[in-house]
């Protein structure tokens, strides 16, 4: 048993098809300012790099709690149209599709920046709304909401792969197969999913958990640093095998 432990093969690292170049984003959280950055980081990479396959992926909370989320999907939509990028959901697009529904969740989403984000788009919230006015508020946003936020936000997936990578928001349930994520997990797990150590059937690359800096391990990479609060807003960049995080 000693000596086949000895001759055991090292576990393959996951790697991309040949010629493909992933830049991964996460957690942008109405930083518009930092993601014009980096996508002119990536506009410069690509540049010299010259891949023969770039693409893009942005992993979810586009808004709230920082200054300009109206701006950042201006941003994120403009980007689109280049026809090489993916947009995934997040926890925040989630959370904004509820209070559309149900306009008495607004306390809850003012605390996790939902109040930042109806400033973006020039209205005036008051800091505790009553029940009249979250309603009243819903429906202002309904009307200054461009139509193009609407269908970017109604469009975003859930998750996608592309050779042993695996991109997410928040991550995954542990023993569950990729094909049979629920959308809640994929949105929202933390714990189950960070504790565990053991390599899934892709790597994961997510965010939604603010590490001080990206966390690239065995099994999943974390790239969510915190942009709104930290002013950095981390670009993974993948070729191969090699995940170099800028």
């Known amino acids: 048993m000693l000596s086949a432990l000895r001759h055991a093969k090292p576990m393959a690292k996951p790697t991309l098809p040949d010629g493909v170049r992933i830049y991964a984003i ?22 010299h790099s010259r891949p023969r396959h770039a693409i893009e992926v942005f992993m979810g909370d586009y808004i709230d709690r920082g200054p300009d989320s109206r701006s950042t999907l201006d941003l994120l939509i403009e980007r689109s149209q280049r026809g090489n990028a993916v947009f995934l959901k997040g926890n925040h697009e989630a959370f904004l599709d509820d209070v559309f529904r149900d306009p008495g969740r607004m306390g809850n989403w003012f605390q996790v920046g939902g109040l930042e984000t109806l400033m973006s788009y020039g209205l005036s919230p ?23 936020h609407r269908d970017f936000l109604g469009r975003l997936r859930l998750n996608f792969s592309c050779g042993d990578f695996f991109f997410v928001h928040a991550g995954v349930r542990p023993g569950i197969r990729l094909a049979e994520q629920r959308e809640e997990d994929l949105l929202w797990i933390r714990e189950d999913f960070l504790q565990h150590k053991r390599r899934f059937s892709k790597y994961i690359v997510h965010g939604h958990t603010p590490v001080r800096s990206a966390e690239i391990l065995d099994n999943r990479a974390n790239i969510d640093t915190g942009a709104y609060a930290t002013g950095n807003l981390t670009l993974l960049s993948i070729q191969g095998s090699s995940l170099l995080a800028i």
């Open 26 to 47: 996460s957690d942008i959280h109405g930083c518009a300012h930092l993601l014009d950055q980096m996508l002119r980081v990536i506009d410069a990479d690509v540049a």
């Open 126 to 148: 008051s800091v505790n709304p009553d029940g009249d006015e979250q309603h009243e508020l819903m429906r202002e946003l309904s009307e200054v909401m461009p139509a193009r």
